[in-house]
């Protein structure tokens, strides 16, 4: 919160202006000189600043932007990777039209939105499309496998070095997996894991899971898991982690998979040498008859035998993999399918595209010529509850007129980009005669408008949980913020060194009323006022250290550089609920708001409202994490309510969607009996203007809740009749949401 600097024997002005809600009209502090002489304290404001650059989320929808520069032709099958530095690099690939296939490397700046091409020395990879392209050490792309333009599928692996554009091709030993295409890869301690694709002449679609270790450079033997191939991989918990893509049978595929790494010596240790390395192989094969399939050997260049832009396929021979079956990964593997519901994107329709972060998995639903924008969305899977949720529906999120073709993240996982281009190539004079080019346009997604909070903030799940849980994980602080913890509201005659006292509201109820009845403001001379709060509503002192509120609350570090009441007192009051300041304190000392002090979603909701009023966007961050995912029908109003008195309009929305969807209990709530009479109007008036209530029998000829009990057909019919804003969806488990579990 800015503030302006003090000035010798004047008031400092401390907070913004006062918003519709607060309680205060006018602020007046003491000046230094005068508060020596005064032995009350201070009141902090209990209104959220309005207002304030940046914090205005009403209008935040993702921005499409048109890209410059050495547009790509129509790329199908490339790899499109974030490498940091606002950049994203672009390999291989066909054009949809010319079936040409490419080596090119591309790049685009997000700063400028420029693509450039590349220029690329070393062992070149020859042209290739369906391989995976993943970040390494944060400076190089590991390319493997993928399909060349004579339909060879290819089983080599290629480092493309960001800093210097060199390409090498490292020596590999062990068994060579499959070649294969349209695969996925995810890297996990230094092994990058494939999984999956298709290979073969008839596209036969694998189901093994193997990996090679950096270190060494070694592949590890292969084992079954689950066939897919147009999938997605990610690793969270000590686990490998399978969604969506096509079976052998070309039906899309909506269950998940996992398979567990942790304590499976397979996984843990290297792979082992010797016997199965790659010239081993080779030579055993020298003297016996030509095996059943072709293997096609690029011819010598340079000093790592590859061939740049060779129409040679680098195909190896798996020999060893064909004498004997192959075993069942070990560790655990275990599978879900989501049988239906109304958080649950189909994936039978539409254009998805998956990407993971902070623990959980989105699914972008985008524009389709088999969809209406209503049907797409933006929703996300807790892999720790393998909970669905909608986030955004199709009209908030996308705009029309495009179509998208590639995602790619940051790998702090807190943006996102779709690359594509609109759907009319003539009216926006896109390529030579009206020609699309897939990548002309790009949509940046800031996950945190929508309560993600990336990959640096989300802590690490338990690692005994083997099963999906409905329960709030509960994670205990670790490292300085248990040692920290452990000295939080201790006595000083403990010997905790707390030098500092705050009290709240004795009343842990969020109630506006008696916050206002209780602060009460005493004329002390002109240009002074004290403030008091009443011993009859004022909590029990929490006992806190002053050199970690300095260092952790810049709103406590300005009062306390101004020698505010405060200064002298060594005590503050916080007009709210004592369990919210409460945890708030906890908050500074372990930057957490797990339930061990924030059990409470009441006491969350109180926390992202302060999270307002002091400009603290982490610990926003997490109230909206924790409130989107926790939401339920009892805490829904005064989430809602604390949602708009923050101004976090998503979140607000959301809720009041929710509301409306489970109406019937929402009234009969006492968060809902609680709520001041205006708000009460205001959500009530979230429905359509044409939206009724329907209930019993009559419930069943609509469609139940979202269509999920009674068909798709009751479904349309509900959309007919009642608002856009009832279809919408919070983050329980309905009833009629059901799960599948192998």
């Known amino acids: ?34 508060a020596t002489s005064s032995n009350n304290t201070f009141l902090m404001p209990n209104s959220p600043v309005k207002g304030r650059p940046g914090m205005d989320r009403d209008s935040y929808r993702p921005k499409v932007t048109r890209t ?27 054009d949809q039209y010319t079936d040409e296939v490419y080596n090119h490397v591309l790049k685009l700046d997000l700063v400028s939105h420029q693509w450039g091409l590349v220029d690329n020395y070393g062992d070149i990879p020859g042209v290739r499309m369906g391989h995976t392209a993943t970040l390494y050490q944060g400076d190089k792309l590991l390319i493997f496998g993928g399909e060349n333009e004579h339909r060879a599928y290819l089983s080599d692996l290629i480092v493309f070095d960001i800093k210097t554009a060199h390409w090498t091709q490292p020596a590999v030993s062990g068994p060579i997996p499959k070649g294969r295409a349209r695969h996925a890869a995810v890297l996990h301690d230094d092994k990058l894991f494939v999984v999956g694709g298709i290979t073969g002449h008839d596209n036969y679609v694998l189901d093994d899971i193997c990996y090679l270790d950096l270190k060494t450079f070694t592949w590890s033997r292969t084992w079954k898991f689950v066939g897919r191939f147009d999938h997605s991989v990610y690793l969270w918990g000590d686990r490998i982690w399978v969604f969506g893509g096509l079976s052998g049978d070309m039906d899309k595929i909506g269950d998940i998979w996992w ?68 075993p069942v990964a070990p560790g655990t593997i275990s599978s879900l399918r989501f049988v239906s519901g109304p958080n649950i994107p189909s994936q039978g329709s539409g254009m998805h595209f998956h990407v993971y972060t902070s623990g959980t998995l989105l699914d972008f639903v985008t524009p389709a010529a088999t969809i ?44 996102a980009w779709l690359l594509g281009c ?34 640096n903030l989300t802590p690490q799940p338990r690692a005994e949980t083997t099963r ?82 300095q260092a952790r609350w810049p709103h406590f570090n300005r009062l306390y550089n101004a020698q505010m009441a405060e200064f002298h007192t060594k005590k503050m ?16 000392y372990t930057d957490s708001i797990q339930p061990e002090y924030c059990g409470e979603l009441n006491d969350v909701a109180g926390l ?77 008036q979230e429905v359509d203007t044409e939206g009724r209530v329907v209930g019993g029998e009559e419930l069943e000829y609509v469609g139940g809740l979202g269509g999920s009990r009674f068909g798709y057909g009751g479904a349309a019919r509900k959309a007919s009749i009642s608002s856009n804003q009832t279809q919408a969806v919070g983050s329980d488990v309905d009833e009629s949401e059901e799960m599948e579990m192998t």
């Not at 040498?273 to 011819?299: C, N, Y």
């Not at 709520?675 to 205001?682: N, S």
Request: net charge negative; proline share 8%; glycine share 8%.
């Open 468 to 549: 999906p849980s409905t329960e709030r994980m509960l994670q205990t602080s670790k490292g300085l913020g248990a040692d920290l913890a452990s000295l939080f509201n201790k006595p000083p005659e403990s010997g905790s060194g707390a030098d500092f006292t705050v009290t709240a509201l004795k009343d842990g109820e969020w109630d506006e009323e008696e916050s206002l009845n209780s602060s009460l403001i005493r004329a002390d001379g002109l240009n002074q006022q004290t403030w008091l709060s009443p011993d009859a509503t004022t909590s029990p002192p929490i006992h806190v250290h002053k050199l970690i509120l």
């Open 608 to 684: 992202l409202v302060m999270s307002n009023i002091y400009n603290i966007p982490h610990l926003r961050l997490l109230c909206v994490n924790r409130l989107s995912k926790e939401l339920d029908v009892e805490h829904a109003c005064i989430i809602w309510h604390c949602a708009g008195t923050a101004n976090e309009d998503w979140l607000r929305k959301r809720t009041a969607n929710f509301c409306l969807l489970h109406w019937g209990r929402i009234v009969r709530t006492q968060g809902f009996l609680k709520l001041p009479r205006q708000a009460m109007i205001e959500l009530s």
């Open 372 to 415: 209406t924008p209503q049907e797409c969305s933006l929703s996300s899977l807790d892999l720790d509850t393998l909970r669905w949720q909608k986030l955004a529906g199709g009209r908030e999120f996308f705009r029309s007129g495009y179509r998208w073709h590639y995602c790619t993240m940051n790998e702090d996982g807190t943006k």
């Open 68 to 94: 410059l520069g050495q547009r790509p032709a129509c790329l199908v099958n490339a790899s499109l990777t974030y490498c940091g530095n606002n950049q994203i690099y672009a390999f291989g690939g066909f």
């Open 1 to 34: 919160m800015a503030q302006q600097p003090a000035t010798p024997g004047g008031t400092i002005p401390l907070f913004g202006p006062a918003s519709s809600t607060s309680h205060l009209s006018t602020i007046t502090t003491l000046t230094p000189g005068s």
């Open 259 to 326: 398979l567990d790494l942790k304590g499976s010596p397979a996984f843990d240790s290297h792979p082992p040498f010797g016997s199965l390395d790659r010239q081993s192989a080779l030579a055993r094969m020298s003297g016996s008859p030509r095996p059943p399939f072709a293997i096609v050997t690029p011819p010598a260049v340079g000093s790592t035998g590859y061939a740049a832009n060779s129409g040679s396929a680098q195909v190896n021979p798996p020999s060893f993999q064909l004498t004997t079956s192959t």
């Open 573 to 588: 009051h916080i007009p709210e609920p004592y369990t919210v300041v409460k945890a708030f304190l906890y908050y500074l």
């Open 422 to 455: 609109p759907t009319d190539p003539v009216a926006a004079d896109l390529g030579p005669g009206g020609v699309e080019e897939y990548l002309s346009d790009i949509m940046e997604i800031d996950l945190r408008h929508y309560g993600l909070l990336g990959n």
